[in-house]
C-alpha cells in the first residue's frame, strides 16, 4: 500500500470526510483491519482564508509547496489536496517533487468523462467558478461545456461555504437556495453539476435532487484509493 501526503484544513470539516471516505475505501477493498497509510498535514484556515482574501496566490504556493515538501521527507508516496480552490496553485506545488500530484479536477473529469457528460454545472467558490483553473482543466483535457450560476447566485453560493460550511452550520434555507441553483443550471442544459467545493457536499447530497451531484470530495478520495491500493 502507498502512503497518501493529504494538505488539509481548508476547511478541516471537509478534510474529516477525506480521512473518513480514504480510510473506508481502502477497509472495502483491502477487508479485515486495514485502514489508509495517512500523512496529514493540516494547515490554519484563517492564514489560508486572509491570503485569499487579499488574492496573494504566490504566497499560498510558496505555503502549500513547503506542506508538500515535508509530507514527501516524511515518506509520502502522492500528494492530495484537500480543497478545490488551492488547486489554483496545484501545479507550483507540484513543481520539483518526486512523487505525483493527484489533481481534483482530472478525477472529476474522468468520472464525468465515463458517464458520457458533455455538459455540467460547476458550483464551488468564486475563485473556482470565475477562474479558470478548474474550469479550462477541464474544458481542455476532458472536452466538457462547463457552466457557472450567474452573479449574485454565485455570492449566495459563496457565502453559504465560507460563513457557514466551513464553520460545519448546515442550513436548511442555504440547501433549498443551493438546489434552486441547481435547478437553474439544468435548465441551462447541464446533464450534472460538480459539488466543486470539499464542503458542499456536507449540506447537499443525491437524495435532495433528481439531478446527478458529482461530489469531487467522494471523487477525490476514490482516486486517492485507487493510486494507493493496487488490487
Not at 504556493?61 to 516524511?74: G, I, P
Not at 474544458?139 to 453559504?160: A, L, T
Not at 464553520?167 to 466543486?196: F, N, W
Amino acid at each position: 500500500m502507498k502512503k497518501l501526503g493529504l494538505i488539509g484544513g481548508m476547511s478541516w470539516e471537509s478534510t474529516v470526510s477525506y480521512y473518513q471516505m480514504i480510510n473506508r475505501a481502502v477497509n472495502e477493498k483491502l477487508g479485515g483491519f486495514h485502514s489508509a497509510k495517512i500523512l496529514l498535514s493540516s494547515v490554519d484556515f484563517a492564514e489560508i482564508e486572509r491570503l485569499q482574501r487579499a488574492q496573494a496566490w504566490p504566497e499560498m504556493a510558496t505555503l502549500l509547496h513547503a506542506e508538500a515538501k515535508a509530507l514527501t521527507a516524511a515518506g509520502a508516496d502522492a500528494i492530495v489536496i484537500c480543497t478545490n480552490t488551492m488547486h489554483k496553485v496545484a501545479d507550483e506545488v507540484a513543481s520539483n517533487l518526486p512523487i505525483p500530484l493527484l489533481h481534483i479536477a482530472d478525477a472529476t473529469g474522468a468520472v464525468l468523462v465515463n458517464d458520457s457528460v458533455k455538459k455540467v454545472g460547476l458550483l464551488g467558490t468564486k475563485f473556482t467558478m470565475e477562474q479558470t483553473f478548474y474550469t479550462e482543466r477541464l474544458i481542455s483535457n476532458f472536452d466538457i461545456d462547463v457552466v457557472i450560476p450567474p452573479q449574485h447566485e454565485r455570492e449566495i453560493i459563496h457565502n453559504v461555504i465560507y460563513e457557514q460550511l466551513c464553520k460545519g452550520v448546515i442550513c436548511a434555507e442555504s440547501r433549498k437556495a443551493y438546489i434552486d441553483i441547481i435547478d437553474g443550471l439544468a435548465s441551462k442544459g447541464a446533464e450534472g453539476v460538480i459539488l466543486g467545493c470539499t464542503e458542499i457536499a456536507l449540506l447537499v447530497q443525491q437524495s435532495h435532487t433528481a439531478i446527478r451531484l458529482y461530489d469531487t470530495t467522494a471523487i477525490h478520495a476514490a482516486a486517492a484509493v485507487d493510486f494507493a491500493v493496487d488490487v
